[in-house]
């Protein structure tokens, strides 16, 4: 056996992606699950998209800052810390007497799951110092896949676990998953000592002003949009507050939160995060609203809405494995930006009578640019970040798909009120369209990508 085969061996990547899938399997599962827990507490769905919207807050933050605690404190000890609050996250979920319960088990389940990703690139990193040699790109394509993939077959198995154990199974499936992840971490990570004998980078120090503040604004917009049917106008005048006094700060700090500078210089960056969070706005609207409105507005069952996602989650796993073969960016961001755009078309006109035929080709109209987009931003980021700086600028792109998520939240809560109906699915499709052309337009007029494919082409 080579060294390279050694040092990133099963034992090493199994707890990696075993953690790594249990964000994005958590943002998707939930969705099949909404309706049943409105059902349960007596509340609509502008009150349950807030188990949506609160891990998304709860990420946007915690991924960039536990990144920068595994490169401080140690990767393992952050990783196997995370999963430990995603053990306990698992719990509140299963015993929750009320819906707040939920909301703070939905809290943890953010913070607990968005330590596996920073720590587990942290991990390989330090592996590859250790040997000497490149982390090999089958070991990142299978960390790829494997938030692709958990992302995509999200909604079915949360429709199956409704099906057969109530939503409660939903948050109880984390239990053994953390349990395991952790228990195999533990035996095969090696100890933060060893791992960090690999490199000798001084770790950056902690932007705790710049999170508090990036928090704050961050907190205020999604309490603004969430309720946009009775607005709270100081909120978005906070928010402003809040980012003006960030920015500030930011452009001030030896080692910034974000760092606006760099994203000031690199256009191309920026429009790429433009592009992933715009991508992944139409996506979750999808993601959630559609599923919603399969069980409120169709009558389907959990099961049954869970099963007609399956198209969408094949697909998804599919085109996520070809969209990492792929060598070209703009070709690929393009077919996903016109799916999208017609899949949303289709739902414009989508009614209780619709045929479930055009139904599942509405699943995988979308299905397709999930597992094309997030494969060719990530190496528009590979492309585009600086070279010593290409770590935090993977955490700015994960940031910019929740944000894509958060608003998201905030349109279906606008659309639906208190049920998932006909006319509040067509407004969600309408302005789902508008954006969708937007994003063509953004992909097609993209001189960088242009740039890309004909570098790649004279090579």
């Known amino acids: 056996m080579s060294g390279t085969s050694a040092g990133f061996g099963a034992r090493l990547t199994a707890p990696l992606l075993l953690g790594s899938l249990l964000n994005p399997l958590n943002t998707t ?24 919207s609160v891990l998304y807050l709860a990420s946007a933050v915690a991924q960039p800052v536990l990144g920068g605690l595994a490169d401080s404190v140690g990767p393992r000890r952050v990783f196997l810390a995370g999963l430990v609050v995603v053990l306990a996250s698992g719990l509140v979920g299963v015993l929750a007497p009320g819906f707040g319960w939920l909301i703070a088990s939905r809290l ?22 250790r040997l000497g040699r490149p982390t090999p790109r089958t070991v990142l394509g299978r ?16 429709g199956l676990l409704v099906a057969t ?20 971490a533990l035996r095969w990570i090696p100890e933060d000592s060893a791992v960090e004998a690999g490199t000798d980078r001084e770790p950056a120090g902690l932007d705790v002003l710049g999170i508090v503040l990036f928090t704050g604004a961050l907190t205020a917009l999604v309490f603004f949009l969430l309720d946009l049917a009775h607005p709270v106008w100081w909120l978005p005048a906070l928010a402003l507050v809040l980012s003006a006094a960030l920015t500030r700060w930011q452009l001030r700090c030896p080692h910034p939160f974000i760092d606006l500078r760099m994203l000031g210089r690199n256009h191309a960056l920026a429009r790429t995060y433009l592009r992933h969070g715009l991508s992944y706005l139409v996506i979750y609207c999808v993601m959630y609203g559609f599923t919603q409105w399969l069980e409120e507005g169709r009558g389907l069952s959990s099961l049954h809405t869970g099963l007609l996602m399956l198209p969408m989650s094949v697909t998804a796993l ?5 969209g990492a073969r792929t060598k070209g960016i703009r070709a690929p961001l393009t077919v996903a930006a016109v799916l999208v755009t017609a899949g949303s078309a289709l739902l414009v006109v989508a009614s209780g009578a619709t045929p479930i035929a055009v139904l599942l080709l509405t699943g995988a109209c979308f299905g397709i640019p999930q597992g094309l987009i997030g494969a060719s931003n990530q190496a528009a980021v590979y492309e585009h970040a600086p070279a010593d700086a ?6 700015l792109q994960r940031t910019a798909q929740y944000l894509g998520a958060i608003t998201a939240s905030s349109l279906i809560a606008l659309a639906y009120g208190q049920r998932a109906s006909d006319g509040g699915l067509h407004l969600m499709a ?9 994003l063509v337009a953004l992909t097609v007029s993209d001189r960088a990508l242009h740039a890309r494919n004909r570098k790649r082409a004279s090579s």
């Open 29 to 52: 599962m939930i969705s099949t699950g909404l309706v049943a827990i409105g059902h349960d507490f007596g509340i609509g769905a502008s009150s349950t998209v807030w188990l949506v």
């Open 165 to 184: 154990c109530g939503w409660r199974g939903i948050f109880a499936v984390n239990v053994p998953l953390a349990l395991i992840a952790f228990v195999c």
């Open 143 to 158: 960390l790829s896949f494997a938030a692709l993939g958990s992302a995509a077959v999200g909604p079915t198995l949360g």
């Open 390 to 395: 290409v770590g935090s600028a993977a955490g």
């Open 108 to 129: 943890l389940l953010g913070i607990g799951t968005s330590a596996a990703y920073p720590a587990a690139m942290a991990v390989l990193r330090a592996e590859s110092r």
């Open 318 to 322: 599919v085109c996520s494995l070809l």
């Open 430 to 438: 309408a302005v789902s369209v508008v954006l969708g052309l937007v």
